[in-house]
């Protein structure tokens, strides 16, 4: 199970001083997502993580654009891993911004595509696990959360959704060192702010030490 730290974009030095703080804390990537729509400077400040850190897995969520755009940025700046809210895909199928991101995924393997599925403030999803299953038949690793910012969802929701998918799933709400050891068996990804942060741009190292370790703990999905 690899651990990945969000951080929330307020400044640049700020931004590079978080990326430095989840590697030494032992965190496998990052992802940057700005809440204030100034996207193509993320990515500049993303390009600019992976020179400072090139052994380091950096990802990008752009709130303002499509996945295909957050894609096409990854590509160009050599980082791993996007992030979207909406990559097209549920359990009612997948529209032709899903099927151009799937090949996109089948074309750039070493580019991990986290697709929002049964996610907060989608629509309500009828069958989590079998859109679950439907992003990794994609190619993608399905991302999913509780209801609102900071709630965890349910293990059952977590365990059926992980059995559909074949053990690729990632979680990125509501995670924290005192419940984590209830998700890691099923859980590929953990994307994590709100239960490691001292605020809403800065790390609470001690806690984010304490999440990894435990994390590690508990045999979960490779």
């Given at each position: 199970?690899?651990?990945?730290?969000?951080?929330?974009?307020?400044?640049?030095?700020?931004?590079?001083?978080?990326?430095?703080?989840?590697?030494?804390?032992?965190?496998?990537?990052?992802?940057?997502?700005?809440?204030?729509?100034?996207?193509?400077?993320?990515?500049?400040?993303?390009?600019?993580?992976?020179?400072?850190?090139?052994?380091?897995?950096?990802?990008?969520?752009?709130?303002?654009?499509?996945?295909?755009?957050?894609?096409?940025?990854?590509?160009?700046?050599?980082?791993?891993?996007?992030?979207?809210?909406?990559?097209?895909v549920s359990?009612?199928?997948?529209?032709?911004?899903?099927?151009?991101?799937?090949?996109?995924?089948?074309?750039?393997?070493?580019?991990?595509?986290?697709?929002?599925?049964?996610?907060?403030?989608?629509?309500?999803?009828?069958?989590?696990?079998?859109a679950a299953?439907?992003?990794?038949?994609?190619?993608?690793?399905?991302t999913t959360?509780?209801?609102?910012?900071?709630?965890?969802?349910?293990?059952?929701?977590?365990?059926?959704?992980?059995?559909?998918?074949?053990?690729?799933?990632?979680?990125?709400?509501?995670?924290?060192?005192?419940?984590?050891?209830?998700?890691?068996?099923?859980?590929?990804?953990?994307?994590?702010?709100?239960?490691?942060?001292?605020?809403?741009?800065?790390?609470?190292?001690?806690?984010?030490?304490?999440?990894?370790?435990?994390?590690?703990?508990?045999?979960?999905?490779?």
């Amino acid at each position: 199970m690899k651990i990945l730290p969000v951080i929330h974009y307020i400044d640049t030095d700020t931004a590079i001083q978080q990326v430095a703080v989840a590697r030494q804390c032992g965190a496998d990537g990052v992802f940057l997502i700005d809440h204030h729509g100034n996207d193509d400077n993320l990515v500049q400040v993303a390009a600019l993580a992976k020179e400072v850190f090139t052994d380091f897995p950096i990802g990008i969520n752009l709130l303002s654009y499509s996945a295909t755009h957050a894609a096409r940025a990854a590509i160009e700046h050599g980082l791993q891993m996007i992030w979207a809210d909406s990559m097209d895909v549920s359990s009612a199928g997948m529209g032709s911004m899903g099927r151009e991101l799937r090949a996109m995924a089948a074309e750039h393997p070493e580019i991990g595509f986290f697709a929002s599925v049964a996610f907060k403030y989608q629509a309500e999803e009828l069958d989590p696990a079998f859109a679950a299953r439907y992003a990794r038949e994609a190619g993608f690793v399905p991302t999913t959360s509780g209801t609102r910012t900071g709630s965890p969802p349910s293990v059952d929701k977590i365990k059926t959704m992980s059995e559909a998918a074949d053990g690729v799933l990632a979680v990125a709400s509501g995670m924290t060192s005192d419940n984590i050891a209830l998700y890691a068996p099923f859980l590929s990804h953990v994307l994590v702010s709100t239960g490691v942060s001292v605020d809403d741009y800065r790390f609470d190292e001690a806690k984010l030490v304490e999440l990894i370790s435990k994390s590690r703990q508990t045999m979960g999905p490779t």
